[in-house]
């Protein structure tokens, strides 16, 4: 069963813009990872944040945690035609342990 | 040093044939997962290997899907009597002491099913 949906499915906007990708699960979580996919091949990890973590920073990105609404949101600021991706969050199952869940991502499309 | 690597890049293969797919995760990850994604799609779980312990097979799809990880690091992953379904990008990651860690991808094997 889906534990992470990301919304939108799919994003278009100017470089200089900012980019925001919502994320909702279903169950409790240990923490929230956000992930990066370029052109359907390999992921690449962008963040970590723990359950007890509210807000996390890392360049141009701001991730926020909301667990009593169970959402997280991925924000990219100052985007650039790089940024163009998909990008997926990622939950564990505090009651199913073992591997990460992953939502169906948001397609970003970034033009210059 | 070297990420997670995967061979081959890419497989095409006639329906009802066998195929192996390989991954060779980071050096001294105890953690190797096996995911699948479909075109457009987010990624499918269908195995975990955690060092010795037994692997959690809960994704595999059908018993036409296994794995193996022989002496702690290399996978392969099996599908026999392939299927036009199976067609997808099969993406290895593994973690230095797996749960809910960061993952480390490979660049995916695509597999396509004629």
């Known amino acids: 069963s889906q534990q992470g949906e990301e919304d939108p499915q799919a994003l278009s906007i100017q470089e200089g813009e900012n980019a925001t990708m919502n994320c909702s699960y279903k169950t409790s979580i240990n923490n929230l990872q956000w992930y990066r996919q370029n052109s359907g091949r390999g992921l690449v990890h962008l963040i970590l944040i723990r359950s007890n973590e509210r807000e996390k920073h890392s360049g141009r990105l701001r991730v926020t945690l909301d667990t009593s609404k169970k959402s997280s949101s991925l924000l990219i600021t100052a985007s650039r035609a790089a940024d163009t991706a998909s990008y997926f969050c990622?939950?564990?199952?505090?009651?199913?342990?073992?591997?990460?869940?992953f939502g169906k991502g948001t397609t970003l499309s970034v033009s210059s | 040093g070297a990420g997670v690597s995967q061979s081959p890049s890419n497989k095409v293969t006639e329906k009802g044939k066998d195929v192996e797919l390989r991954c060779d995760p980071i050096s001294g990850h105890t953690a190797l997962y096996w995911y699948r994604q479909s075109l457009g799609q987010g990624l499918e779980f269908l195995i975990y290997f955690q060092g010795n312990s037994a692997p959690d097979k809960s994704g595999l799809p059908s018993d036409r899907f296994s794995a193996e990880r022989t002496g702690g690091s290399v996978s392969t992953l099996t599908i026999q009597r392939t299927q036009q379904e199976d067609s997808a990008v099969y993406l290895c990651a593994s973690s230095l002491r797996g749960g809910t860690e960061e993952q480390y991808f490979g660049p995916g094997t695509r597999l396509t099913v004629t």
């Open positions: 990622a939950t564990d199952n505090v009651q199913a342990g073992t591997a990460l869940i």
